[in-house]
């Protein structure tokens, strides 16, 4: 079975598909000048954008890992979240504090989903 891969760059795919599974590359907000709040929203889209373009949508989401800057922020991401995420699809989820590779970015999500 091939490897699909989506926006190839020379670092990273945004996503990779293989054997019924889309991996996604870390997402973080393309306006870091929002709060978490914010931020939070922009890469949930990204996120459905993604697997939509793999054919697949949230409710199939496998393992979601959330690194977050300011644990302070955890129950503002947290709301957002809920409200994203379908009930009855909670998928299991990792939420780390981490510096990100750029200080304005709040959170960055890793994410993979079946087809």
Known sequence: MTI?????GTRLSEMAVHHGTAYL?????????QDIRGQTQQ?????????ARAGTDKRK?????????DLADF????EVWEAWVPAGHA????TVQARLAKAEWK??????AAL
Do not use: H, K, S, Y
């Open 43 to 51: 890469v949930l889209a990204q996120i459905d954008a993604l697997l």
């Open 4 to 8: 699909q891969r989506f926006d190839v």
């Open 107 to 112: 959170i960055e999500m890793v994410v993979t």
């Open 91 to 94: 998928p299991p989820r990792a």
């Open 75 to 78: 129950p503002a991401m947290n």
């Open 25 to 33: 590359a870390g997402q973080v907000a393309a306006d870091a000048t």
């Open 61 to 69: 989401l496998l393992m979601v890992q959330i690194f977050i800057v």
